[in-house]
Structures are given as structure tokens and as C-alpha cells.
């Protein structure tokens, strides 16, 4: 699951319980070593959400370089997750003492608790049953710069901006981790202001700052388009490719339009790729922000048995 943002309800993010990333990790993300990666280049809103809360993001590319590859002294790793582990029977046996003392609404609130006592419980035995796993040796990657030659100069100055390239790093490392099958759910979410894009936005409705916009998004396209051919590439034990056993969603929390200025809710665009969907469709939402009825067609394709996931109204037809 590759994704850049996706609220059940931008308008209102308070609201939302689960991102679909955390209902993707609850069913194919136990079985690997990081559960669900978010990842975030900076200032956002909370990109992934889990009972209502935000999700904390790596937002450090050397931090996540080292969560995913990163070596550990297994014997203090194992010191640490038996403390873990003898904090978390505590904690469970002096919740129980009160479940008895306590009103209706506290109870439910205990109910909580418990919920996330379970969740860290399978997060510990995730680390134990990885601690002795054979550690892969993976260089950082080279950041590859792309070809500026023939660009426009508002192009090459974004082909070459470091923040630009920092997320390729991101999406080299995400690609990594999928291949070595250390997460099997991510999200990534990337900031865009840099080189005055967000002012650019504001500017949509002129010749000069829709033109703006479009090479931006064709900059995000192109490491985009690496990134999923980095997938395609990648032969895979099972037959096929990484690309196949892939759902890709490829989404932004706002739409820029002439009609609706910087900060438009409709006609979201959602890029779903890979998975063995069958592609080469262009959906029309119609003016209607229905990219929940995208993330559920997605989430059931993974296997996900639900009806609906937040503000869908059907499974889009994928």
C-alpha cells in the first residue's frame, strides 16, 4: 500500500478512526517486521490514523534508513523486550483489578485500553519473532538525479532541489523495504512547498501559475513512475512481478483547479497502479469527493472483509 495522504473525511480529520493503511496493516501487516511504515517529509496533519489517534511518522531519512535496515544489539534489543513485556502484564493486571470498580463509560474506556494493550502485546511478539532473522546488508541508496536537459528552467530547478530529491530517497528506501519484504503496508506523505510551489498554487487561475503546477506535478510523476518501475522490475518467488503483488495509491489531501483555486475537496485524483487490477480506466467522480469508495474496492481487493470504509457510498468499480 503506497499512498501520499488519505483522510476518511479532509474537512473534518478529528473524526477519523482508522486510515485505510492501519485497516490494510491490521490484516497483512503482522507478518513482517514493521507493520505499517508511515513516513512523512514534513508539516502535515497526521497522514495515518488508528482509533482515532494519529499514527507518529519517521520523518528523518537517515531514522528510516535505520528502522529498516539499520543494525541492533540483539542481546540489549532482547533485554528490552522482555522489560517491554513484563511493563505491559502489569499494566494489563492493574486494568482488570478495576474493570469491577469502575462505571459503565469508564469500562468502555477500559475496553479501549485494553484494545491497544493487544496491539502492543502483537508488536513485541512481531520484534521477538524477528530478533533472530538473518540481517540484510543494503547500501543506501544512490540518489539518481533525473535528466533536465530540454526542461524548462521552473522544471530543472525542481529536478535538482533538495527537497525534491530527498523524497526519491524516500521512495528508493519504501521500495527496499517492500522488496526485502520487511513491511508489507506504507505511507508516505510528502510536503510541497518548496520553491515557492505553495505560493504557486494560489497563483492557478493565471496562465503563469497553472503552468507552474503542471510541472510540479509532472516532477512528483516522474519519481512516481520510478518508483512503480522499480516494482515492475522486481521478479518475485511467487511469479510475476513486485509491481502485481502491489495495491499502489497514488493520491493529494487537495486538488488544484482554475474552479476551485488552491484548495479544492472535488475531483481528487486517485492513481491506483499495480495490485492486478485491470488497468488503463479513468474513473469520473463527477464533481464528488469519492476516493473512500476507491480506498474500499482497494482494501476488499487485499482481502479486507468490510462493507464500507468511512464516507463510501459503493466499492468504486476498479
Known sequence: MYAFAEYADHANPQLIKDSVDEVAASHIGNDTRIRNLVVEQRNSYGISWKGGLPVSPIADVQILFQTIFGKVDKTKRAELLALKKSMLDASRDDAKSMMNKVSREDRDKLDEYFSSLRESEKSIQRSERWLNQKHVEVPFPENVKF?????????????????????????????????????????????????????????????????????????????????????????????????????????????????????????????????????????????????????????????VEIDSFATSSESAKL
Open 147 to 303: 535528466k533536465t536537459d530540454g526542461l524548462s528552467d521552473y522544471s530543472q530547478k525542481i529536478l535538482v532541489c533538495p527537497h525534491f530529491n530527498q523524497r526519491s530517497t524516500y521512495l528508493d528506501l519504501l521500495f527496499l523495504a517492500f522488496k526485502y519484504d520487511v513491511t508489507r503496508v506504507a505511507n508516505v506523505y510528502s510536503e510541497w512547498n518548496w520553491l515557492g510551489h505553495h505560493t504557486d498554487s494560489h497563483q492557478v487561475a493565471t496562465k503563469e501559475g497553472l503552468l507552474k503546477n503542471i510541472e510540479a506535478d509532472q516532477g512528483y510523476m516522474m519519481q512516481t513512475a520510478r518508483f512503480l518501475e522499480k516494482l515492475k522490475s522486481t521478479k518475485t518467488k511467487v511469479g510475476g512481478t513486485l509491481l502485481d503483488q502491489t495495491v499502489c495509491l497514488i493520491t493529494s489531501s487537495l486538488s488544484i483547479s482554475k474552479e476551485e483555486g488552491p484548495h479544492g475537496m472535488k475531483n481528487n485524483p486517485v492513481i491506483v497502479a499495480g495490485g492486478g487490477f485491470e488497468h488503463g480506466k479513468h474513473i469520473k467522480f463527477n464533481g464528488t469527493d469519492n476516493r473512500n469508495n476507491v480506498y474500499l474496492a482497494a482494501l476488499q481487493h487485499l482481502g
